[in-house]
């Protein structure tokens, strides 16, 4: 231990643990792999005064959902020992490779997914999306995201996106090709040096201009701007808010019914790590025809689909709980399964096909699902 | 065991767009991210990984402008013990011969010590996959090209795998000093943070020119290189694809009729 200040377990507070286990009884991951049990990391690291050896399934396979962190009864980030244990090992260089391809590409490229610089804004190519010029006054700047701007399913998020902004007549611009990442993963993953060049890189982007609002596509880029940054002088928000604000103003009109039974799964970094829990239901209920029904575990209790905390790039065996989302949607009668977060877009579009479910429920983005319905 | 591994500063083209720039003898760099030669990264894993089990120090060499620094940065940041970067005008327009000597000049006239010396089997930017067998054969050592496995390694001899074609493995014994040039797949290469980025900034990287190394002009460059570029060009898009239709014996037999036609069998 180099000096007393940085010593992770005072920093976390894990001497106020008292071991209650609500935290490894409610965690999702505990749920389906038996090898991950993050009262037991705290409980080592207490006892030995240093962060704890663990298999590399422990370290990587915490989502950092939040769950431990919104039950403990003593206020401690419980899963924050996971990153200060991935931070360590990030030092020392034995991470696994899915991972460090993943950080690399942040570096190098400014995008967590392996793809060049120059191919971000191709997803937009026939939308003809202004970026603002320097010193301009932006009232609305769209904060795309890397899985919206690069993955196949994710891009019709963006284009959806775009569509509501056009029709309800918001004046929007996106930064094409300079968006950077948010970090927000990174961050997760333990990479603290690269999350501080992504936050000044970002930071000297967006004092170019004199943004009013910024919204995001993804709720972990919002979770990023919203309270891992410092300095931001501009009004954020994940788009399920915007369209929130726009319904109460009367300016979000309907022009089809849809005439489905319709679910929705809460994204862990919208619900439990920003408690935006009514605004996206208040959306869908809003769309004429829908019959909303809740999914069995709902709100805080919500599980996670296995997309955040760096999970994107590394996987535990027995599948994803994002087939227990689908499991759960069919339970309750479901047609489609709506979230409003990339990731879980992305995991449960795999889900619904390896639970052999794909022609039976849909799997949308709330961003889509507005779209479709104006 | 001391272990001299040469990397080379490259830029990444595996999705880039790629223009030939106005002299026609290379790429338009702008807009190009530039990191370590993929081969390089797993030969500097398994110099590291042989340093961690038997000790010893290990050296970087890098030909190539300041930039090239930040691969080196990232080689001391894992764990190499010194670095140099060799620079010069007149290496402009180098072959993989004169590379070779290049680094073979270094090494003598700054008399480093050395059991082995890692290349990567090939660079990604021009894949002559040259330099280390040429290094080997102008230091008149051994030398194993493609190596996919550092089985054994004795007193006075390593016993090494080198990959063959159709998936054949062969294995060697090989006398040290001794050049290997390694194959992707040998190891994991691990990952190098930006904290230790930073930190391996205040090491003191050694910056030499031809003359430092006992090289003149007509050594080197275009002049000392016994092969030269004449010019790059894009192949042009052609239109030669035809998928074949229907039943596999109407398509075997429509095939073979294709390749008999074009005297491919």
Known sequence: ?374 | MDIIVCVKHVPDTAEAELTIDETGKDIRKTGLVFDINEWDNYAVEEALLLKEKYGGKITAITIGPKEAEETLRKCIAKGVDEAIRLTDDLFKGSDGYTTARILCSAIKSLDLKYDLILTGAQAGDDGYAQVGVTLAELLGVQHVSLVKKIAEVKDDALKVHRELEGGLEEVVEVKKPVVLTIQTGINEPRYVSIAGVRKAAKKEIKVLGAADIGLKAEDVGEAGSPTVLEKLFIPPVTKQAEILTGDVSEVSKKLVSILKEKGLI
């Open chain 1, 1 to 374: 231990m180099s000096s007393m200040v940085e010593d992770p377990i005072q920093k976390l507070n894990l001497f106020g643990c008292m071991q209650c286990a609500i935290c490894s009884g409610s965690c999702p991951i505990s749920l389906k792999f038996d090898g991950f049990n993050i009262r037991r990391i705290i409980r080592k690291a207490v006892f030995s005064r240093e962060l704890p050896k663990l298999s590399e399934n422990e370290v990587w396979g915490c989502t950092t959902c939040g769950t431990c962190m919104i039950r403990c009864p003593r206020d401690l980030k419980p899963f924050e020992t996971v990153l200060e244990i991935r931070s360590k090992l990030i030092e020392e260089g034995g991470i696994p490779p899915t991972i460090r391809d993943a950080l690399e590409s942040v570096y190098k490229h400014g995008n967590p997914w392996g793809r060049i610089r120059d191919k971000r804004s191709e997803w937009a190519e026939d939308l003809n999306i202004e970026k603002p010029k320097e010193g301009e006054t932006v009232p609305l700047l769209y904060f795309v995201c890397c899985s919206v701007a690069y993955d196949p399913r994710a891009q019709s998020i963006g284009r959806a996106l775009v569509n509501i902004f056009r029709k309800t007549g918001l004046n929007f611009k996106t930064f094409g090709n300079e968006e950077n990442c948010c970090g927000n993963e990174v961050y997760h993953m333990g990479e603290k040096g690269l999350f501080e060049i992504l936050v000044e890189d970002n930071l000297n982007l967006f004092n170019q201009y004199n943004i009013e609002l910024m919204v995001t596509s993804s709720p972990h880029c919002y979770n990023a701007f919203k309270n891992l940054y410092t300095g931001i002088n501009f009004e954020v928000k994940h788009y399920t808010q915007l369209l929130s604000d726009l319904i109460d103003k009367g300016k979000l009109k309907f022009s089809k019914s849809i005439e489905k039974v319709v679910t929705y799964h809460d994204p862990c970094f919208l619900g439990k790590r920003n408690n935006i829990y009514d605004e996206p239901r208040k959306i869908i209920e809003s769309v004429p025809g829908v019959k909303f029904v809740e999914l069995i575990l709902t709100r805080s209790q919500s599980l996670c689909c296995e997309g955040g905390g760096g999970r994107m790039w590394f996987d535990l065996p027995n599948g994803r709980l994002a087939e227990r989302r689908i499991e759960e949607a069919s339970e309750v009668g479901a047609e489609i399964i709506l979230t409003s977060c990339p990731f879980c877009l992305i995991n449960l579009e795999d889900a619904v096909k390896t639970t052999g479910k794909e022609d039976v429920i849909r799997v949308m983005d709330i961003a889509e699902f507005v779209s479709e319905a104006l």
